[in-house]
């Protein structure tokens, strides 16, 4: 059945490819389409090893105008929009297929039946399983990154042809492809945070929307199959955003856009909650004379005047205009839609609740009137630059910055036994820090939690404690309304993590925040600490630090509740989540687990609802069996020698990093700097506005670069290291610890994905003098393959046979546009380059066509 769909897909793409001929002839003409045509088979003829044809397409490239160019690159970009959307179609397809062939005896993996099914052989009851169940809450949590490269308009031009190919009308189907090769794909102008957040919020009232209700309703009928009874579970799927919360070096994060999301979350969700009551005052227009309504229903329906004799009707009637109002909560539509329900149970219409109040209980619990409440993230140096103005300013101390790291913390302590402000009355902030930070938490409505990036010290989480006193927010023994949250980054600071975390619970401040919070939640960061360490040394300390972090909570008395910083690619974390929490260490997952969604991901998992169904499926699979507690430890061996790997492979990846030219070969080669030019989002690429200093860039466009020349050198470099143990042992720590199979099998992604061939193309920008450092690139990249394919015993994507049909496909496509941005790079580079507008925008739409053709482009 599934060689008929992969014949589907291949027939859609074939069809998708002659329609966008078809649009290139109509609107560019018949001599463009002839120079693709060109291009395409010179590219197919060199994937296919005919000899001198590489010479050949370069010679071609290089020969063209820039307008050929950049129609080039065009058309290809837009061919690889168009594969998308078509193996999207197939995914869903293929998990129709499979869904209906499950059974109860062989369900299909990571489903919401093998869940079920693998609850009750671990032995719990119906009851049990329910109320397991009841407790998890998964936050994914939107956050704004350059990745998602395409533009809102292209989004709507793709999802309309989605349509069009349902609905099978062959001129609607090209003319809406006509109108996507003729839109503008490069934005005039770069993003502003209102734009991100409009975009980033996208699929929670669209999709996710649609989607949620039945992953709940999936799970009550898996459990239903097994166990004989269905269930009444609540969603376990909740959101957050940081889009307009992120401060982090993001100096347009204002406090007027931090109350700008917050406005804009709750009035998309008011405006979906009043549809879906005005559908509700629409439909149950059951009728008193031949059904009975409960006094309660009748009670909330008083004092509306329409519909005589139609209870419900009046009593959501009435809701929908306190809604309307801004007077209804989320509780008071919770307890109406209860009301409700019951009063239809009782005269034995169960069955409509079910229908049309079910879906909306479901939603309320998954969004509520806030949509996505907004966490608040800013660098621990700014907020304690903050708390020493505001403790200058109400004569604490004057110096606070100077003084050593204990006393801050001893000093900070002390201070916050009281409830007083320190600013004085109708005073405003001085300085910018004390001014942003205040006013942040002044806008901050629904608040979700404040992120401490860079934490080094329990004194940077007290400074938010200062903060929000001075707002209000905080009185002394009390919890916070919010969580604070420490982000541990760097290998240094996972490695300080549970001493600061340790010394945190000790502190009666920040110990009495935590009992009242239920537990505290600890972020950590996947980026910078691939940055800073590599890949292999990276993984294995958030390894370690999660063990260590959950052992301290533990001692304390309190749960440690993970929040997951993970990017797309595989340098950041990124590749199949559920298979990710799957490797997570034994105990460390609680019953609440946070995932950071950014960049492309939100529209390969939520563009399509099926899509989005089966990705919240596989979460809540490993999820679920992950927070039973089970797993076995790794053996004590196995741990000792990937630690000593693991040291070997970050010394490997920080001697190339200091290398002698590293940083101008890696300007030369890769389109960093152009990266940073690309108007497809807020945030600088540099952490605090400096150039030439990997240190201070951004961990996403550091592996974004790489990304582009196909070198993906993020996600392997220094795994070579595992040579230093036996192959035996390598192949046996395969076999049994689930942790470090994940963490090869995402490095054989990114290795898979990765072309030398393409890579070398790109030699040509860059100093000889220069080329050594690509030559010892290139031979770690064959000394990494060879390891792994004899860890395997197997070919590299020997378990992700999907992957490999879709990186072959995808090659010979997108290898056009490589060869163009060699070329474009070459000639912006050159003296005047840069004031060639054409140029610049022919370069970029270059970048967005390699970050479609490979889709986790960072």
Known sequence: MEGEAFAVLRGEVDLLGRLLGEAIRAVSGERLYALVEEVRHLARARRQGEE????????????????????????????????NLAEERHRVRVNRL?????????PRPEGFLALAKALRERGLSLEEAEAHLNRLELYLTFTAHPTETRRRTLRNHLERLQEEMEAGDPGRLLARVVLLYATEEVRKARPTVEDEIKGGLYYLPTTLWQAVPRVVAGLEAALERVYGRRPRLRS???????????????????????????????????????????????????????????WEVRQG??????????????????????????????????????????????????????????????????????????????????????????LAVGGIHPGFLALPEEAQEALLTEELKTARPLLPVGQEPEGEALRVALGALRAWSDPGGHVVSMTHRPRDLLAVFLLAREVGLYRPGQPLPFDVVPLFETLEDLRRAPGVLRRLLQNPVFLAHARGRGGVEVMIGYSDSNK???????????????????????????????????????????????????????RSVGRRLRLTEQGEALADRYAHPELAVRHLE????????????????????????????????????????????????????????????????????????????IRDLRAIPWVMAWTQVRLLLPGW??????????????????????????????????????????????????????????????????????????????PLLHNQQTLARQTALRNPYVDPIHFLQVELLRRYRAPGGQEDEGLRKALLLSLLGVAAGLRNAG
């Open 301 to 390: 329906g008083e004092g509306v005047e329409r519909f005589p004799g139609e209870p419900y009707r009046r009593f959501f009637a009435r809701l929908y205009t306190r809604l309307a109002q801004g007077e209804a909560t989320t509780e008071e539509l919770a307890r109406a839609l209860k009301v409700a329900e019951a009063g239809l149970a009782l005269v034995g219409l169960g069955r409509v609740a079910e229908s049309f109040l079910r879906p909306l209980e479901v939603r309320l619990s998954a969004f509520g009137l806030e949509l996505a409440p907004l966490d608040l993230r800013e660098e621990a140096s700014r907020l304690l630059e903050a708390a020493s103005e505001l």
């Open 618 to 693: 596989q979460l809540l699979y490993h999820f679920a069996l992950a927070a039973l507690g089970e797993g076995r430890e790794p053996e004590a061996p196995w741990r000792e020698a990937l630690g000593r790997a693991g040291e070997e492979s970050m010394a490997r990846y920080r001697a190339l990093l200091g290398e002698e030219g590293f940083f101008p070969f890696f300007e030369a080669l890769t389109p960093i700097r152009e990266i940073g030019e690309l108007p497809i989002a807020s945030r600088p690429v540099y952490r605090h506005g400096r150039v030439r200093d």
């Open 52 to 83: 001198g044809v590489g010479e050949a397409l370069l010679a071609r490239v290089e020969g063209l105008s820039l307008e050929e160019a950049e129609a080039l690159v065009r058309a290809f970009t837009h061919y690889f929009h168009l594969v």
């Open 532 to 586: 800073d360490a590599g890949f292999l040394m990276a993984n294995l300390a958030l390894y370690e630090a999660q063990e260590a972090l959950a052992r301290v909570g533990e001692e304390a008395g309190l749960p440690v509740h993970f929040f997951h910083g993970r990017g797309t690619s595989t340098a950041r974390g990124g590749g199949p989540a559920g298979r990710a929490i799957a490797s997570l260490p034994p």
């Open 717 to 794: 470099y220094g795994l070579s290291a595992l040579e230093v143990l036996p192959l035996d042992l390598l192949r046996r720590m395969y076999r049994g610890w689930p942790f470090f199979a994940t963490t090869l099998e995402s490095a054989a992604m990114a290795l898979a994905k990765a072309d030398l061939g393409v890579a070398r193309l790109y030699l040509r920008l860059v100093p000889e003098a220069l080329h050594p450092l690509f030559h010892r690139i290139a031979e770690e990249y064959a000394k990494t393959v060879a390891l792994l394919e004899a860890v395997f015993q197997a």
């Open 236 to 294: 376990p799927v909740r959101f957050r955003s940081w889009m307009g919360g992120d401060r982090d070096g993001n100096p347009f994060v204002t406090p007027e856009v931090t109350a700008f999301a917050a406005r804009y979350a709750r009035q998309v969700a008011r405006e979906k909650f009043l549809e879906e009551l005005a559908g509700l005052v629409r439909d149950l227009s059951l009728s008193e004379a031949k059904v009975p309504a409960s």
């Open 98 to 106: 499979r869904a209906r062939a499950e059974t109860p005896e062989s």
